[in-house]
């Protein structure tokens, strides 16, 4: 058993290529892609532990390369299909985690292999979430540029994850590379006092639950708490949970839940997942953000914030 950094990258949209093209062209455009795929990763002092239809198993003995890898595929792919015909665009995207793995015959395995999927499952195209056993060694240097998405629940894992963004582009704002209040030192913590009660919007509907209400659920269903009476949606579609003064979502529906952060800025897809909830975030119910029917649920916390707290006062400071 050794650690490495595990990379698993996965072409999208893939299914209309193979409608445009045909089955011959497609599958060669697919390969070439993932060959591609594999070079980067080998430039990078990375190993291709194996191709897996549109995507690539990848392992790293180091973060950093592992991360170098990742962004350069992604900075590389948009720039290779910026001007593809929109019926032949593959997006891309990405997951990466650290941890134990076992070489068995050329092939890896490991709680970090199944993680690396997951993630890479749970991103959109152009995205790269990793683990925070990856980006949390390099903190100190100050890189990646990353931002965290708070603890999601994986499928397959009993605890939570934290899990980081890693932003890629050359225009991200400088205020993407803070770090959350968990990493930073005590003194600076924010504490924030358990939460009291959420709202929740759909066009002229809204409705406040207080958190010893919860569970709530959400849906076409009438006797869902908070009914959105549209086809899209499941009858019970998702449910809103309070744990620890933090509130979760979970999609528990047909055709999937979308969760996207109070800036717009990460969009999250749910496919029989939970994922925190933050302030001001926006809820898809049965389709992507992007599609211009789709039920979408704003969210916001009616709790208080308790100022910053920085440690005790020394009592000779006392008036």
Not at 78 to 87: D, E, Q, T, V, Y
Not at 224 to 247: L, N, Y
């Amino acid at each position: 058993m050794v650690q490495a950094t595990v990379v698993f990258a996965d072409l999208t949209g893939s299914t209309g290529v193979f409608e445009t093209l045909g089955n011959v062209k497609a599958t060669q455009a697919v390969t070439r892609l993932t060959q591609w795929i594999g070079t980067v990763c080998v430039q990078c002092k990375g190993q291709v532990v194996k191709n897996l239809g549109d995507g690539v198993l990848m392992v790293f003995a180091r973060n950093a390369d592992a991360i170098t890898a990742a962004i350069e595929l992604q900075r590389q792919h948009s720039k290779r299909i910026a001007n593809w015909p929109a019926s032949l665009k593959m997006g891309l995207k990405i997951g990466l985690a650290y941890g134990d793995v076992i070489e068995q015959d050329g092939d890896f395995f490991g709680d970090a292999v199944n993680l690396a999927s997951r993630l890479c499952d749970l991103s959109s195209p152009e995205q790269i979430f990793a683990s925070l056993s990856v980006i949390e060694p390099l903190l100190d240097l100050g890189t990646p540029r990353a931002r965290c998405l708070g603890a999601l629940e994986i499928r397959g894992r009993a605890e939570a994850c934290v899990v980081y963004r890693i932003e890629w582009q050359v225009d991200v704002s400088s205020d993407l590379m803070t770090m959350p209040a968990i990493l930073a030192a005590p003194a600076a913590q924010k504490v924030i006092a358990p939460a009291q009660s959420i709202k929740l919007s759909w066009r002229h509907i809204e409705a406040s639950f207080a958190s010893r209400e919860l569970p709530i659920f959400l849906g076409r269903d009438s006797a869902c708490q908070f009914a959105v009476d549209d086809p899209q949606v499941s009858r019970r579609h998702a449910s809103i949970t309070c744990r620890s003064g933090h509130f979760y979502l979970q999609d528990v529906s047909s055709y999937g839940t979308w969760l996207r952060a109070s800036d717009g800025s990460a969009v999250i897809a749910l496919r029989r997942q939970e994922c925190m909830l933050t302030p001001g975030s926006d809820i898809a119910l049965g389709a992507p953000f992007d599609e211009m029917s789709v039920a979408v649920v704003r969210f916001e916390v009616l709790a208080p914030i308790i100022k910053a707290f920085n440690g005790p006062r020394d009592s000779a400071s006392k008036v």
